[in-house]
């Protein structure tokens, strides 16, 4: 087809590579599968936490480190 540079077939599902192209083609594909842009819900903020309490735990301790991560790992080099 016009406009697309490749496909890729991976553990059963295909990936089609359309370049620039993305936000013309999303805007065709929305209609096609029954939905509306600009929906309510689908920011990542507005979902609810989901999971059980050790994972949401993991994920707020994990939250809080990433940020210093590197600098942790900076100072251990300095210090080995």
């Known amino acids: 087809m016009d406009g697309v540079v490749t496909v890729m077939k991976s553990g059963g599902q295909y990936q089609v590579v359309i370049g620039n192209h993305v936000p013309e ?16 819900g689908e920011e990542k903020g507005d979902e609810a936490p989901s999971g ?3 994972n949401r735990a ?21 210090k080995g």
């Open 58 to 78: 993991i994920d707020a301790i994990s939250g809080i480190f990433q940020p210093i991560l590197g600098i942790m790992a900076a100072c251990g080099m300095v």
């Open 25 to 40: 083609v999303y805007a065709d594909v929305l209609p096609l599968i029954g939905q509306e842009e600009g929906r309510e």
């Open 52 to 54: 059980n309490l050790f």
